[in-house]
């Protein structure tokens, strides 16, 4: 404190150089503090939120990888009991026409595409009956089961 002596301060005026100093200091190191705890905070949220961004994108990626139905369309669908599906080597055309998107014309087809070549083997290969295209084959695929003997 001597060398505000040598500026012409007199001893109040240094008292009082000291004192305003000592709370500029503090003023200081509580800044330094709250920007401290305040840069934590702001960083756990974005852990937080980089973690919510990641099971987003996972989503997204699952939901983009399902191609069958156009994204605007994608709704939950009813799981519908296996008693209630219908066995396509075994169904008539009535049960066939209950089915969306199956009249009785191609309910006809399949069941004559089924005697002329022999059971389905796989629920994919009903898209070999003319009339059933991908699009068709994808709205009932979840109403549909085959037996196979």
Same mark, same amino acid.
Request: aromatic residues 6%; hydrophobic residues 40%; charged residues 25%.
């Given at each position: 404190?001597?060398?505000?002596s040598?500026?012409?301060?007199t001893?109040?005026e ?11 200091l503090?003023?200081i190191?509580i ?14 949220l974005s852990?937080?939120?980089? *973690?919510?961004?990641n ?69 994919d290969?009903?898209?070999?009956v ?17 037996? *196979?003997?």
């Open positions: 404190m001597n060398f505000l040598k500026f012409g301060f001893y109040r240094r008292i009082l150089i000291a004192v305003l100093l000592c709370a500029l503090a003023g190191i800044s330094a503090v709250k920007h401290r705890i305040t840069y934590s905070e702001s960083q756990t852990d937080r939120d980089s *973690i919510a961004i099971q987003l994108q996972q989503f997204a990626a699952r939901a983009s990888n399902d191609t069958s139905v156009p994204k605007s369309q994608k709704v939950d669908k009813p799981t519908i009991p296996a008693s209630q599906l219908i066995d396509i080597n075994t169904a008539d055309a009535t049960q066939l026409e209950e089915l969306p998107g199956i009249g009785p014309k191609l309910a006809q087809r399949i069941i004559e595409h089924r005697e002329k070549y022999g059971l389905f083997r796989s629920i290969s009903l898209s070999d003319q009339g059933i295209g991908e699009k068709r084959l994808n709205k009932i695929r979840d109403l549909i089961t085959l037996s *196979i003997p």
